[in-house]
C-alpha cells in the first residue's frame, strides 16, 4: 500500500474509532467526527449545487447573449424571478426581515408538494395496490407451471386481503364491530407485520455498515503490521494509544468520582 494510500486509510480508521466511541458516551471524538461528517456533507452538496444546478440552470440560461441587464444578456430574462426567490430565502438569517423568506419557502413548498403528491400516489399507492390485485386475478400465479402452484396462489391471496384490511383499518365512516372489528384487527396485523419488517430491514442495514467498518478496521491493521514500514506501525500505535489513553483517563475519572460524596 503507498504512503498517501495509508494515510487517508488511517484517517478513516480514525474517525470510525471515534464514531465507535459514542457507545460508551458522548466525547469530544464523537463530536470532532460528527462535526467533520457534517461539514464535509455540507461543502460536498454545496459544490453539487453550484455546478448542477446554479450553473447549468440559471447562469449559463441568463447568459446566452440575446438580452442585456446589467451584466446579464439572456433572451430568458423569466429565470431572475426564480434567482430573486433563492436570494429572497437568505433573508431567513435577519431577525428583522426573516418575513420575507416565508414567501419564497412557501411557493417552493407548494410546488414541490403539488409535484410529488402525484408521483408518491402512483408509484406507492396506485401501482401497489394494482399489483396486489393483480397477483389474484392473475391466472399464472396459479397455475404458472401447468399446475396449481399453492404457495404462489396463497401469497398473492394473503397480499390482496392483508391489503385490504390495511386500508380498511383507516377508515372510520364505519364503526369497527362485529365483522369489521375483526378485518381491523387483521389490518392491524398486516400493518405490525410490515413495520417489523420495515424495522429488522433497517436494523440489518446497520449491522452490515458496523461489519463493514469493522472489515476496515482489520485491514487498516493487516497493512500496518504487514507492510513492513516502520512509519506504517508508528501510525497504528498512534492511533490506538490516543484511545488507550483516553480509556485510562475515563477509568481514573469513574474511580475518583465513585469514592467521592456529592456535596448537599
Not at 110 to 119: H, S, T
Not at 154 to 172: D, N, Q, R
Not at 186 to 200: D, T, V
Not at 247 to 252: N, P, R, T, Y
Request: proline share 2%; with cysteine; glycine share 8%.
Amino acid at each position: 500500500m503507498e504512503w498517501s494510500t495509508f494515510l487517508w486509510t488511517t484517517l478513516g480508521a480514525f474517525l470510525t474509532l471515534c464514531t465507535f466511541s459514542f457507545l460508551y458516551k458522548d466525547n469530544p471524538f464523537y463530536k470532532f467526527a460528527e462535526h467533520l461528517v457534517v461539514g464535509v456533507s455540507a461543502g460536498y452538496f454545496a459544490l453539487v449545487l453550484w455546478h448542477q444546478s446554479l450553473i447549468p440552470n440559471l447562469f449559463t440560461r441568463l447568459n446566452d447573449g440575446d438580452w442585456y441587464f446589467l451584466w446579464v444578456n439572456s433572451s430568458q430574462w423569466w429565470y431572475l424571478i426564480p434567482a430573486a426567490l433563492g436570494v429572497m430565502m437568505w433573508t431567513r438569517f435577519s431577525k428583522k426581515r426573516s418575513w420575507i423568506s416565508r414567501w419564497p419557502i412557501a411557493l417552493y413548498m407548494g410546488i414541490a408538494a403539488g409535484m410529488a403528491i402525484p408521483r408518491e400516489m402512483q408509484a406507492r399507492v396506485i401501482e401497489q395496490l394494482h399489483s396486489a390485485m393483480l397477483g389474484v386475478i392473475d391466472r399464472s400465479n396459479f397455475f404458472g407451471h401447468s399446475v396449481f402452484d399453492t404457495a404462489s396462489g396463497i401469497a398473492s391471496i394473503i397480499i390482496f386481503l392483508g391489503t385490504l384490511a390495511a386500508l380498511f383499518y383507516f377508515f372510520f365512516s364505519k364503526e369497527h364491530v362485529g365483522v369489521f372489528k375483526g378485518i381491523s384487527s387483521f389490518g392491524i396485523w398486516i400493518l405490525m407485520i410490515g413495520f417489523g419488517a420495515s424495522f429488522g430491514y433497517t436494523v440489518m442495514g446497520r449491522i452490515s455498515l458496523f461489519v463493514q467498518r469493522i472489515q476496515v478496521l482489520n485491514d487498516w491493521t493487516v497493512n500496518a503490521w504487514e507492510s513492513g514500514e516502520v512509519s506504517y506501525v508508528l501510525f497504528w500505535f498512534l492511533v490506538f494509544g490516543i484511545f488507550l489513553i483516553w480509556a485510562m483517563f475515563e477509568i481514573v475519572k469513574y474511580f475518583m468520582n465513585k469514592g467521592s460524596t456529592p456535596e448537599q
